[in-house]
């Protein structure tokens, strides 16, 4: 039988993409984890874990080949983005021109590259899953550029959508699916949140994105 093919987990140094990471592999997918630094012997130690070190964002194809390659894995047949975060500061006017920039590259231009690099990885139909969070549909003071920029990710993945529709000719097969998934809460455990009013589990999160994965019929953009 072959080797099914791995989710590709970008972020996975991340609190949440770590978490995200290590939960699908414990229910039985294989998992691409893949971070800008060395991720801990512990992580990669569990099993189905495969760890994909890249610094930047475009080289993350040929690393992915690479581990994949020296893993005896197929290459990934699903992609979770997990990359930007959530913090608070100053308000937005008082936010300097270096941080707005620094907010910019990790929590839009990342994913942009990132898609860019990966989604030639796929097959017709795979999944392309972006997380975001709640400061994207709710205005939050002092996070300000993370509103921004969520919001901008949510349209980014609509038309990124759009686009893979678009002049496909039909033996191409069906396109990349892209999807959103939305964490309306806070994760427990992170506790950069301060008395968070809700807070949804990993295993909320994992269990939501066994369900896109899963379902190429799946709503398009999904809360938990
Ligand atoms: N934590 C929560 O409670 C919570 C709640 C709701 C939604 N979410 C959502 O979950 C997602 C991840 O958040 P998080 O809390 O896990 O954030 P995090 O702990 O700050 O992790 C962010 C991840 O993004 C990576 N990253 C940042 N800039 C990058 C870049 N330019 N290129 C490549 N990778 C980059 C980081 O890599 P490095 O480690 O190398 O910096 C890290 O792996 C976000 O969409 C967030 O909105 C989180």
Redesign the pocket.
């Known amino acids: 039988m072959n080797s099914p093919r791995p989710v590709l987990v970008?972020?996975?140094?991340?609190?949440?993409?770590?978490?995200v990471a290590r939960g699908l592999a414990a229910g039985g997918r294989p998992v691409l984890a893949a971070?800008?630094?060395p991720l801990p012997e512990w992580f990669i130690a569990q099993p189905g874990v495969i760890p994909v070190l890249s610094t930047?964002?475009t080289a993350l194809p040929g690393a992915v080949r690479a581990a994949c390659a020296q893993a005896g894995a197929p290459l990934p047949g699903a992609v979770v983005?997990?990359?930007?975060?959530?913090?608070k500061g100053a308000p937005l006017l008082d936010v300097d021109a270096s941080e707005w920039s620094a907010t910019l590259?990790?929590?839009l231009?990342?994913h942009l590259?990132?898609a860019r690099a990966l989604v030639p990885l796929l097959e017709p139909g795979d999944p392309y899953i972006?997380?975001?969070?709640?400061?994207?549909r709710e205005a939050m003071a002092g996070s300000g550029a993370?509103s921004v920029t969520?919001a901008g990710?949510a349209m980014l993945v609509q038309v990124l959508r759009l686009e893979s529709r678009q002049a496909r000719p039909p033996e191409a097969g069906p396109p990349v699916r892209f999807h959103e998934l939305?964490?309306?809460?806070?994760?427990?455990g992170?506790d950069?949140?301060e008395d968070?009013a809700q807070?949804?589990t990993p295993a909320q999160?994992v269990s939501a994105l066994g369900e896109l994965l899963d379902h190429p019929g799946a709503p398009v953009v999904v809360h938990v």
């Open positions: 970008v972020g996975a140094s991340g609190f949440v993409g770590s978490r971070a800008r630094r930047e964002v983005a997990s990359i930007g975060g959530w913090h590259a990790s929590h231009t990342a590259e990132a972006v997380l975001n969070g709640a400061a994207s993370i969520g990710l939305v964490i309306d809460h806070a994760v427990s992170d950069r949140n968070p807070t949804r999160v």
